[in-house]
């Protein structure tokens, strides 16, 4: 079945006696059981069943189950927010004393999270090139757990390739994992790509208007868990289940940042649509990016799929659509807030994917804690605008921008 036919009739592992086509939403903390024997046996992992809303829920299981339909996944976990499915992932795989490679090409609150929360637990974080095999594979050492990224980098729209890196990181057993909220299932195959695990904010593209919060953790089932040192007590248990065990079982219950059965409902119907809307604000983001080209006053313009873009060979060769990404640049802070202010369709405001369009400055807002040579270095510019580009026809997009640039 094709991608919207898999998420709209997903296999669900129950029949609802009243026969709604839509799983339920199970509001309540706790299940009961019909004897003391199966409780103890739900609790000791030999039966499945639900014990408790924090560590399993009916309707968070149907959303993971539809996830693992249309991604093709291994095995989900869904979380209460995108930055928890990152924190959960990386607690699960590390100890003190490990090190882990990534880039400075990162949204502003991953970065603060490698800078600052993984290093005072003793983890050391490594930069480099994604571009330059050689610089990764010269940071691996017998420390090293994996490498981390995002398939495409925002705000810098830069593109890994990712065959290419996992080529090297599978020589030495380290973990492939990329944050792929900005390019989902229907446009990038992550596991064709050797990724091993993928993370998302199913807040962006998944929720269908920015309506709840929600994060994924998705196995692809690429990695063979015996290789993870870290987890080998759940491998000897759970073979190619222990990473999804070790969450479960583990780093997500204990944590507690759980997806509450409302959002894991909306979540789900935002899935069933997610297609059509991924497409028309893909579409919509080439149609700005080329108008923006022809702009006076503004500087340049970057997204994934134009051709002047230096990501434009390896996100055409990755990617059937751009994202609903783009920047533009203005001469400076005081150009860049006048278009800013001057917008009256599209929104000021943080989120991306919303089916609404939303703009703002990154190097003003998300990166404010960063000094101006940090923001330098991350190729953030003080006149940079980000335009999360949503579902309204083109024209009227078009027609904002163009006397939001007068």
């Not at 994924?216 to 040192?229: A, Q």
């Not at 289940?241 to 789900?268: D, H, V, W």
């Not at 899935?271 to 059509?276: C, F, S, V």
């Amino acid at each position: 079945m094709g991608f919207t036919t898999k998420a709209l009739h997903p296999t669900w592992g129950y029949k609802d006696k009243h026969g709604a086509m839509r799983c339920p939403i199970y509001q309540n903390a706790a299940f009961e059981f019909e004897n003391a024997e199966d409780l103890e046996a739900v609790f000791a992992g030999k039966k499945m069943g639900h014990m408790y809303s924090r560590t399993s829920n009916p309707s968070v299981e149907e959303f993971e189950l539809k996830i693992k339909s249309i991604s093709n996944a291994f095995g989900v976990v869904a979380t209460a927010t995108g930055m928890a499915a990152i924190a959960d992932t990386l607690l699960a795989l590390l100890k003190t004393g490990d090190n882990i490679i990534t880039t400075n090409y990162l949204f502003g609150h991953s970065l603060s999270l490698f800078q600052t929360f993984f290093l005072d637990f003793g983890i050391e974080v490594r930069y480099v090139d994604m571009h330059d095999l050689s610089a990764i594979e010269k940071q691996i050492d017998a420390k090293t757990k994996l490498f981390f990224c995002e398939s495409i980098s925002n705000p810098q729209l830069i593109v890994p390739d990712f065959l290419a890196i996992s080529s090297v990181l599978k020589q030495h057993n380290v973990l492939l994992i990329v944050d792929t909220t900005m390019s989902p299932w229907n446009f990038f195959d992550a596991k064709k790509h050797g990724i091993d695990i993928e993370i998302i904010s199913a807040t962006k593209y998944i929720s269908g208007g920015g309506t709840v919060l929600g994060g994924l953790i998705l196995d692809t089932g690429n990695y063979d868990w015996k290789n993870c040192t870290n987890i080998a007590n759940f491998y000897k248990k759970f073979g190619p289940n222990a990473f999804i065990a070790k969450l479960k079982k583990e780093t997500f219950r204990n944590l507690g940042a759980s997806l509450p059965p409302q959002s894991a409902y909306m979540l789900s119907l935002g899935i069933e649509t997610m297609d059509l809307r991924v497409k028309k604000s893909c579409e919509n983001a080439l149609k700005l990016a080329q108008f923006l080209q022809t702009k006076k006053g503004v500087v340049s313009v970057n997204y994934p799929l134009l051709e002047i873009s230096s990501a434009y060979e390896v996100a055409s060769k990755q990617f059937s659509l751009g994202g609903a990404i783009l920047t533009f640049t203005m001469e400076d802070k005081a150009s860049a807030y006048s278009v800013l202010n001057q917008l009256k369709l599209i929104k000021r405001g943080t989120n991306i994917q919303d089916n609404k369009s939303l703009a703002i400055a990154p190097y003003h807002t998300i990166y404010a804690e960063f000094s101006d040579e940090a923001k330098k270095e991350y190729l953030l510019h003080e006149g940079m605008i980000r335009l999360s580009v949503g579902i309204e026809d083109s024209e009227d997009l078009i027609e904002d921008l163009e006397n939001a640039l007068c």
